[in-house]
């Protein structure tokens, strides 16, 4: 809109950690304009015991705007560009029950078994975004056209210490580039009647490179190569829907899309390979249809099909000749949505989901390179819900539930790593890869139950407005390989605020705390 609004935030937390917002927009008769910027800074949660110096900083800045032009009454386009930068030093890498090749005979590698302590070499992050999109409207009596035109760039750094210890027994460097152009042109209908229709074109063009892709062992470089790998795709879709009765809503959509995958691999080291050159096609047709019924002002019950499918590629670490399937997903889901009183929402749904040719990532327990392989399939299936209740004036509770069950269904030539260990069968530090049948083995990183529970309270309160606000959320047990064997065990986190704000809501102080029962978790293992 062209009026003019303004607003601004800075917080300050433990470990030095400062938080800047700004929001400015405004206008002038047929172009308005906004701008939105995002500072943080701290100065990291851990402590390298060898130097005794804290670590663990990130940094980053982001900006946004738009930029909207009123062409006429029927005409309007919008040009918005963002860029963002980030810096995180946060992993603290550090070996999973001292299992690390860092720890080998010879090897002498120092490392600590306690949480927010490291030893291992710089590990961080860097990234850097640029994109600029383009939208175009123009509205009609019976439909409106819309045209999309965005650009991407995205480039990052990520030198990472594999054996989490003091040596330099395994790590990886890894310079990252991709540009994409995105193209979508679609017309909607704008009517009133019980038919309503859209449908469209997308293109999509990528190239993403590793420039280059470097691996390290034992202080050496082990691998070094340039990578890219191009992606051009063509889709088509259209969706319809039909209303039967004020009551029956039925939606049928379909997209066709065809992608091409181009890959090239020049190795330098360990051996002078370079030009390796591969291509592939992948096309598939996916289908959507949705029932509706309100059975109710107040309910609605739903059922919904879906096909969907994720376009094979090759492994950007070493580019097979021959890239992974696709992967083909089938899902069933019945739902119902209810407002059953004026301060009651309830929302529960359950699902069935079969997967084919899933594709799952390991990594060379030396290297850390990734590996990337197709297992037969895997099922998921589940229930989830949530309740809202607002049983006083200023009172707000909210709760949600998920159980899970996805496992593997056929995937009898696993890739995993186990613990190394010498001819006596005794352990040696590190992993060793090998093949395994993990048929009926969790997926990785689903936990089979999760839930959250919270509510806020609103009072007048010396001239102005207090909030007091917590939510708690707890994940179950999950593995973090298709093995099973590195087990994460279940988490609660639990977060509070404590809000005052005047009449004239000229501004808001907020004092806030994460994480209040201090608990520990892996946010990655890497195997």
Do not use: C
Not at 65 to 84: G, M, P, Q, V
Not at 516 to 525: G, N, V
């Amino acid at each position: 809109t062209n009026e003019f609004k303004a607003k601004a935030s800075i917080g300050y937390g433990r470990f030095d950690l400062v938080e800047a917002r700004g929001y400015i927009s405004g206008g002038i008769g047929p172009v308005s304009a906004d701008l939105g910027v995002i500072y943080y800074d701290d100065n990291g949660y851990m402590r390298n015991i060898l130097t005794g110096r804290r670590t663990g900083n990130r940094d980053g800045f982001s900006l946004r705007s738009k930029l909207r032009f009123e062409i006429s009454d029927a005409t309007e386009a919008t040009l918005t560009y963002f860029h963002t930068e980030a810096f995180s030093a946060g992993n603290a890498n550090a070996p999973v029950d001292g299992n690390t090749i860092g720890r080998r005979p010879g090897v002498g590698g120092v490392y600590s078994d306690r949480p927010y302590e490291i030893t291992s070499n710089l590990a961080f992050l860097e990234t850097n975004q640029d994109g600029l999109a383009l939208t175009l409207t123009i509205r009609g009596d019976a439909f409106d056209a819309h045209s999309i035109v965005s650009y991407q760039d995205n480039r990052g750094r990520a030198p990472a210490d594999s054996d989490g210890t003091s040596a330099l027994a395994a790590g990886f460097g890894n310079f990252y580039v991709s540009k994409s152009l995105y193209v979508e042109n679609y017309l909607a209908s704008n009517g009133n009647g019980p038919f309503k229709w859209l449908g469209g074109m997308v293109y999509y063009n990528d190239l993403s490179s590793f420039d280059p892709l470097q691996a390290f062992s034992n202080g050496n470089l082990a691998q070094r190569a340039f990578s890219r790998q191009w992606t051009d795709s063509y889709a088509l879709y259209g969706q319809a829907s039909y209303d039967f009765t004020d009551a029956l809503t039925l939606t049928l959509s379909g997209r066709y899309t065809t992608e091409d995958k181009k890959a090239e691999f020049d190795l330098l080291i360990p051996v002078n390979r370079p030009g390796r050159r591969y291509a592939d096609s992948f096309s598939r047709f996916t289908p959507t249809a949705t029932l509706n019924y309100q059975i109710s002002p107040d309910a609605l019950v739903y059922l919904r099909y879906a096909q969907a499918f994720k376009s094979g590629l090759f492994n950007s670490s070493t580019v097979s000749p021959t890239a992974v399937d696709p992967e083909n997903v089938k899902s069933y889901e019945v739902g119902i949505k209810s407002d059953p009183l004026s301060w009651l929402r309830v929302n529960l749904s359950g699902y069935y989901t079969d997967y084919k040719d899933i594709q799952v990532t390991s990594r060379d327990p030396v290297t850390g390179v990734t590996l990337l392989q197709n297992a037969a399939s895997a099922r998921i299936y589940g229930l989830e819900g949530d309740i809202t209740l607002r049983p006083a004036r200023g009172l707000n509770l909210r709760a949600g539930f998920s159980w899970l069950k996805a496992t593997y269904r056929d995937f009898d030539n696993a890739v995993v790593t186990i613990p190394a260990v010498d001819g006596l069968g005794r352990p040696i530090g590190g992993n060793s890869s090998v093949v395994r049948d993990v048929s009926g083995r969790d997926l990785i990183k689903m936990p089979r139950v999760m839930a959250n529970m919270g509510g806020d309270y609103s009072f007048g309160f010396a001239g102005g407005s207090l909030t007091l606000a917590a939510n708690v959320n707890y994940q179950g047990e999950q593995y973090w390989d298709a093995l099973n064997r590195l087990r994460e065990a279940p988490v609660w986190l639990a977060d509070a605020s404590i809000a005052w704000q005047p009449d004239s809501e000229a501004f808001r102080l907020t004092l806030w705390g994460k994480n209040l029962f201090d608990e520990t978790y892996y946010a990655q293992i890497v195997t």
